[in-house]
């Protein structure tokens, strides 16, 4: 009997079918004895294959740690196998579980206002839209120039799949001019945290000023300044002028 079949293996994962950051047993059973430990390695997406290190639990067991990191790209990542068997017969072959699914990012939103900016006077509505779905609601805020960040309260929307979410803010007469930025967070489902806002609303500006209005009360409090000093030369004129000051010339009356 001649022995022309190379080993085969099925690589075995107890955990989601999508990764996220974190290390992952992996059992890899044989189809045979071989005649040393076989090589397995992991290439992420668009990245470079790296080989695991292998354990032998039994002849046709081994055991390795698939560690998935925040710098891996997500998308499908593949296992790569050789071994040889007692005969020197070479296997390549998965029979199972030859590609994960990694993801690594958290979820990015998109933001639309239901006002233009400049926003006056009154209630802004904020949808968030994100590419994936985030566990629990997301986190948003804004912080009014020169003011602490104000959080919002958010409420899920749309199809309710976690990735529509809406909340309000109130723009008042308190409100500080100009201009402001909103800042995001969310988590998905395999513990990825996005903090990325898309689009061109993430910022807007807040002017609740009417037009003149800053011209007018420029032009009162000028006025309001001048009126003492405005008073006072009246005053000196007055006294100036008064008979009590006037003087008399050598033979002459009152000048």
Do not use: C
């Not at 390549?92 to 979820?107: C, E, F, I, Q, Y």
């Not at 802004?124 to 629990?136: C, I, K, N």
């Not at 995001?184 to 903090?195: C, E, F, P, Q």
């Amino acid at each position: 009997f001649v022995d022309r079949i190379p080993p085969t293996a099925r690589l075995d994962m107890t955990t989601a079918p999508v990764l996220g950051p974190g290390a992952y047993p992996i059992a890899l059973t044989l189809s045979e004895v071989l005649s040393q430990a076989p090589v397995l390695t992991f290439t992420p997406a668009q990245g470079s294959p790296s080989a695991l290190t292998m354990d032998g639990v039994t002849a046709t067991l081994w055991r390795a740690t698939l560690t998935v990191t925040a710098a891996m790209p997500p998308g499908i990542g593949a296992f790569g196998f050789e071994a040889r068997d007692l005969v020197g017969n070479l296997g390549t072959a998965l029979t199972a579980g030859a590609t994960v699914n990694l993801d690594t990012r958290g979820p990015i939103a998109t933001v639309a206002l239901s006002r233009p900016s400049p926003l006056s006077v009154g209630s802004l509505g904020v949808t968030l839209t994100l590419d994936e779905r985030a566990v629990s609601a997301p986190s948003l805020s804004w912080p009014p120039k020169g003011a602490s960040a104000q959080a919002l309260s958010v409420t899920e929307a749309g199809a309710f799949d976690g990735k529509t979410w809406t909340a309000a803010l109130a723009v008042d007469t308190a409100t500080p001019q100009g201009a402001a930025v909103l800042s995001y967070s969310a988590t998905d489902a395999v513990g990825n945290i996005g903090a990325i806002l898309s689009g061109g609303t993430t910022s807007f500006l807040v002017d609740t000023i009417a037009p003149g209005g800053a011209a007018a009360a420029s032009a009162g409090a000028a006025a309001d300044s001048a009126t003492p000093a405005s008073a006072s030369a009246l005053a000196r004129s007055s006294v100036a002028g008064s008979p009590r000051n006037r003087l008399r010339a050598p033979g002459h009356g009152v000048i």
